[in-house]
């Protein structure tokens, strides 16, 4: 059984910094390409940032860019997210997934990130 379980939200002020984990389970970690999405209240999911699944190719949103860096631990089985320069704007709940070809086929739980101005 698939499991992702973020970690690492909360509360934090503008231009403050957090950084959350998502540990996984039950697959072949290295296989899997790793993204963060988020979604605010009354909008929709939307994506935050992807790493390929040896960690060597990056992708982010360009509300993200130069403020987030995504990282992954292969030997952990474990993604990051940190966040520096957090805005209100990027208050939301924030979910990892994971990816093995055409879509994010596992999905967890979501953590929760609210950033007071």
């Known amino acids: 059984q698939v499991q992702l379980v973020e970690s690492g939200g909360g509360f934090v002020q503008a231009r403050g910094s957090l950084r959350l984990s998502c540990a996984a389970s039950?697959?072949?970690?290295?296989?899997?390409?790793m993204g963060w999405f988020r979604q605010a209240p009354g909008k929709e999911r939307e994506f935050v940032a992807a790493i390929s699944g040896n960690g060597g190719n990056t992708l982010y949103a360009d509300s993200v860019k130069g403020r987030f860096t995504i990282s992954r631990d292969n030997a952990k089985n474990t993604a990051f997210l940190q966040m520096n320069s957090l805005k209100p704007e990027d208050t939301a709940v924030y979910y990892c997934a994971a990816k093995y070809q055409f879509e994010y086929n596992y999905w967890g739980q979501g953590t929760q990130v609210t950033v007071s101005s």
């Open positions: 039950g697959l072949t970690f290295s296989n899997y390409r």
